[in-house]
């Protein structure tokens, strides 16, 4: 009897660490999910135009603004966005894109900067960076060419 009343407390202890576990590796991941409660502001100067973006709160945009200043040479892509391939990757947490809005910041991959300037809808998976609060002049700003871009502190 008091070999299998030991056995039992055995599995019971055994199975609350476990859960335990678990919990504490749901805890760990959700750090990595994107919250917009907690914001930072940054500057893009594009030629003679500058714009705010609200950058999100998560690890992949914490890198990114770790990356600050920085100015570089987005390329063109279909007619809806500017991108760049950073020569490091940066961590990432990519869901499907969904609905694209114009002035979306993303991380395609764990390297490829894109900013987007036209809406649309993709499945595409992109990591949330960030969104340009207001995009009147983008489409102007960027054009239809390689485009240099600045990125800021606010």
Avoid: W
């Amino acid at each position: 009897m008091k070999i299998t009343f030991a056995f039992l407390v055995s599995l019971i202890c055994i199975q609350l660490f476990a859960c335990s576990k678990n919990n504490a590796i749901e805890q760990t991941n959700s750090s990595d999910t994107t919250s917009t409660t907690d914001t930072t502001k940054m500057k893009i100067t594009i030629g003679s135009a500058v714009f705010t973006a609200t950058l999100n709160n998560n690890v992949t945009a914490n890198a990114f603004k770790a990356m600050l200043p920085l100015t570089i040479n987005m390329g063109e892509l279909n007619g809806n966005e500017k991108f760049y391939y950073f020569s490091s990757t940066l961590p990432t947490n990519a869901s499907s894109g969904g609905n694209i809005k114009a002035g979306d910041l993303m991380l395609y991959g764990n390297n490829c900067l894109v900013l987007f300037y036209e809406d649309f809808n993709t499945s595409y998976n992109y990591t949330r960076l960030g969104h340009i609060d207001n995009t009147a002049g983008l489409v102007a700003a960027l054009g239809k060419e390689s485009v240099t871009v600045k990125f800021d502190n606010d």
